[in-house]
């Protein structure tokens, strides 16, 4: 059973700034990033990287989030800059094992909860 350390969540205000953090037990990931899921809503891609650093973002997000992660051993972090209300949702960390994992197989964080509001 996969574990992950998640943190970073929390409250902000329009405009403001966050950065979560995501380390899996899994180690040698095919990419790890994010979901997140508002209420009423479906759960959404945000980000995620790959095992060689190269980065992908939904059109929602492209612009203001970015992902990083030195090396495969380090956590991903994802900075949130001009975080607005629409932001505000629970964001679930998830590791991809394989190229060919599909999504029923991707492993999850417990979740962390960013809430923007003035």
């Known amino acids: 059973h996969v574990q992950f350390v998640e943190s970073g969540g929390g409250l902000v205000q329009p405009g403001g700034s966050l950065r979560l953090s995501c380390l899996p037990s899994?180690?040698?990931?095919?990419?790890v990033g994010w979901f997140r899921q508002a209420p009423g809503n479906e759960r959404e891609m945000v980000a995620y990287?790959?095992?060689?650093?190269?980065?992908t973002y939904s059109d929602s997000v492209k612009g203001q989030f970015t992902s990083n992660r030195e090396n495969a051993g380090n956590p991903e972090t994802l900075q949130l800059n001009s975080l607005q209300v629409e932001d505000t949702a629970v964001y679930y960390c998830f590791a991809r094992k394989k190229l060919m994992t599909s999504y029923n197989e991707y492993d999850w964080g417990q979740g962390t909860q960013v809430t923007v509001s003035s």
């Open positions: 990287i790959t095992r060689i650093g190269f980065a």
């Open positions: 899994s180690g040698d990931n095919y990419a």
